[in-house]
């Protein structure tokens, strides 16, 4: 299969993954689109077709797929019997580049060896990122395979964008702000050129409100800012992450509650966010459909949390344009929108309220200081891109 990319999207209990057909002209077609989720759990796979008729929906027993190598062995099986040959190349997602990598690289051993040593800045995402790397390098040692890093997109940021207030030491050593779902924004970013190319050359701030959330400045295609740093932890709340947090309650965590590293690691990672403000869920949906008042806090605190790093995003690039909302909840939580939008009226956002309830495109009146858009997010098309374009150029 000489004209085909997989893009491999681990995560950390599923696995997101297309086939693109690539063209003559660098064009990018997907003919299957698949998940595997439920990882651990109770997992399922499902593909369809680039027309979206239905693969395969099959739910596997409980305990059937331990792990992601299990889930890779199924995948692979899965997508033997739908291909002729080894594709030309496979994407994959890699959370942390670190400081080192500022744009997608073909692995090699040493590569993996720096992206191992990333590890601990993401515990729960880059591990299950090189898993995939590793399992296809056994099999096919040939088969290129390139590595799309989140952080990437945000390297060249100015200084003050970048550190922390702390010594220049540790900066050296790589504790800095790095930044994530970079191949969204960057996605984003390239997408609003065709859609609103004078707003894509200004200043734009982009809401990716997914389980993840951060936001992102803009500037003519080029990240300024993010409010994700170090980790993945940071800036805004999450499914289950509590987002910006005062670095003493860690260390009152260790000192006072005798919290292990792990605990605490546990705790900020998978009980923190919406899960911890409501009690009830991690999950949007579920909030917006609950009348309890831990649900009610849990959405209070996530909009003024947006509309509040919005406004800092925008002081950062001393002044803004527009507003972007992709990622699951920014692009079918209507209510979320409103609510920001309502919060950032002062700004001079106005929106079309039909045009949200419709969820796609501008949503913005006409007259609305700020444009403001829903735009679909699609990571796996941008790492195909950068695989194909990695491999054209080589
Ligand atoms: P990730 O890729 O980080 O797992 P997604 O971008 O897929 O996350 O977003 C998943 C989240 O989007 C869900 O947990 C849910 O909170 C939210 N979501 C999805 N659909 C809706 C909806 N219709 N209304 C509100 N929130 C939604």
């Not at 106005?350 to 949200?356: P, R, V």
């Given at each position: 299969m000489a004209d085909t990319i997989l893009v491999v999207n681990a995560g950390s209990s599923s696995i997101k993954?297309?086939?693109f057909a690539a063209g003559s002209e660098n064009d990018l077609t997907a003919t299957i689109i698949g998940q595997l989720d439920g990882i651990g759990t109770h997992a399922r796979l499902r593909g369809k077709d680039g027309g979206g008729e239905v693969l395969i929906d099959h739910a596997f027993a409980a305990g059937e797929?331990?792990?992601?190598?299990?889930?890779?062995?199924?995948?692979?099986?899965?997508?033997?019997?739908?291909?002729?040959?080894?594709?030309?190349?496979?994407?994959?997602?890699?959370?942390?580049?670190?400081?080192?990598?500022?744009?997608?690289?073909?692995?090699?051993?040493?590569?993996?060896?720096?992206l191992d040593r990333l590890v601990p800045l993401a515990p729960l995402h880059q591990p299950n990122n090189l898993t995939p790397i590793r399992a296809i390098r056994v099999e096919y040692p040939d088969l290129p395979q390139v590595a799309c890093f989140d952080?990437?997109?945000?390297r060249g940021q100015s200084p003050v964008a970048e550190r922390f207030a702390i010594p220049e030491a540790l900066f050296e050593e790589g504790v800095r702000r790095y930044g994530f779902h970079g191949l969204s924004y960057e996605y984003i970013a390239r997408s609003l050129r065709d859609?609103?190319?004078?707003?894509?050359?200004?200043?734009?701030?982009?809401?990716?409100?997914?389980?993840?959330?951060?936001?992102?400045?803009?500037?003519?295609?080029?990240?300024?800012?993010?409010?994700m740093g170090f980790t993945a932890l940071d800036?805004?709340?999450?499914?289950?992450?509590?987002?910006?947090?005062?670095?003493?309650?860690?260390?009152?965590?260790?000192?006072?509650?005798?919290?292990?590293?792990?605990?605490?690691?546990?705790?900020?990672?998978?009980?923190?966010?919406?899960?911890g403000l409501s009690g009830i869920s991690n999950d949007m949906r579920d909030l917006e459909k609950s009348d309890a008042s831990g649900a009610k806090l849990a959405?209070?605190?996530?909009?003024?949390?947006?509309?509040?790093?919005?406004?800092?995003?925008?002081t950062g690039m001393a002044g803004v344009d527009g507003l972007v909302f992709t990622a699951g909840i920014g692009e079918n939580s209507s209510l979320i929108r409103a609510r920001v939008c309502e919060r950032l009226a002062w700004?001079?956002?106005?929106?079309?309220?039909?045009?949200?309830?419709?969820?796609?495109?501008?949503?913005?009146?006409?007259?609305?200081?700020?444009a403001v858009y829903v735009m679909p997010t699609n990571e796996e098309l941008m790492i195909a891109r950068h695989t194909l374009d990695l491999l054209r150029r080589q």
């Open positions: 993954f297309q086939l797929m331990a792990d992601i190598p299990s889930a890779l062995r199924q995948l692979r099986l899965w997508l033997a019997e739908r291909l002729t040959g080894p594709p030309m190349a496979v994407g994959h997602r890699v959370v942390h580049g670190g400081p080192i990598y500022s744009r997608p690289t073909v692995v090699t051993d040493a590569v993996l060896e720096t952080t990437a997109f945000h859609i609103d190319p004078e707003l894509a050359a200004g200043k734009v701030v982009v809401g990716h409100l997914g389980s993840g959330a951060s936001m992102c400045a803009i500037q003519d295609g080029r990240s300024v800012e993010s409010t800036g805004l709340p999450m499914g289950t992450r509590p987002g910006q947090l005062d670095p003493g309650v860690v260390l009152y965590l260790a000192a006072n509650k005798n919290m292990s590293d792990q605990a605490i690691e546990h705790l900020l990672y998978h009980e923190c966010g919406l899960k959405i209070d605190y996530f909009v003024h949390r947006v509309a509040r790093e919005f406004a800092a995003l925008a700004l001079g956002v106005e929106l079309d309220a039909s045009a949200n309830a419709e969820g796609c495109g501008r949503i913005s009146t006409a007259r609305s200081r700020i």
